[in-house]
């Protein structure tokens, strides 16, 4: 069965720091989104993103966050410049239509 | 088991008991609506889902219904398993771009 991809599964970085985290969403399918997951909370939703650009963002995803799909197959969020409270699980989703949205396995991203 | 009416954050239960897991979603402008099951340090995991448009819905050993004059979401799980303890999230959307989840309940199963 298909399944959507996340590298690395933990990144540890220093404050200040540029960080991409990577995600093959499942072949077919077009919408694409990251969401985190702070330790102990709720999923929140940072953004979607559908023929090559943003459908919706939330205000997490400020000016430091940045999305980009480079090729055909990979799907990149960038945190340009990392911080502590940043540090969080985080997870891509994808779907084939609006609906359904398959998550992958999530990167631990540790700020220190 | 079962947790009714309000959320409750845990939930333990019987191996081979059914259980029921509740859901107050917040947007009366939601029309999707979605299960996610979550073990420890993995992904959200599709479960079932539901339309606006529908009350109930059954899948393989789950059913999920919908009240929309309370907004109110629930999962059953029939005959649980040890491989169902897991953290379950409902999740809505209007928009179907953006998914809002709610708090989670901890479902532990006893042998």
């Known amino acids: 069965e298909p399944e959507v991809t996340q590298t690395p599964s933990h990144q540890v970085t220093q404050m200040g720091q540029e960080v991409i985290l990577r995600c093959v969403p499942i072949?077919?399918?077009?919408?694409f989104y990251w969401y985190r997951q702070i330790l102990g909370q709720k999923v929140e939703f940072l953004v979607s993103f559908y023929n090559n650009e943003i459908s919706e963002k939330s205000e997490i995803f400020d000016d430091q966050f940045s999305v980009e799909r480079p090729d055909g197959s990979n799907f990149t969020l960038k945190i340009r410049s990392t911080k502590l409270e940043d540090s969080a699980m985080y997870f891509c989703?994808?779907?084939?239509?609006?609906?359904?949205?398959?998550f992958g396995p999530g990167t631990r991203l540790t700020v220190l | 088991g079962e947790s009714v009416g309000l959320h409750l954050p845990t939930l333990s239960v019987q191996e081979g008991d059914n259980s029921i897991i509740n859901c107050a979603y917040s947007n009366s402008a939601s029309d999707y609506f979605i299960w996610y099951k979550q073990e420890s340090g993995k992904g959200p995991q599709f479960i079932i889902d539901i339309r606006s448009n529908m009350d109930k819905r059954q899948g393989q050993r789950v059913t999920v219904l919908l009240n929309k004059t309370v907004k109110h979401l629930s999962l059953q799980i029939a005959a649980t398993q040890p491989g169902d303890s897991a953290v379950y999230f409902c999740a809505e959307t209007f928009n179907d771009y953006k998914l809002s989840f709610g708090a989670g309940t901890t479902v532990t199963v006893r042998a």
């Open positions: 989703a994808s779907g084939q239509g609006l609906d359904t949205q398959y």
């Open positions: 072949s077919n399918h077009l919408y």
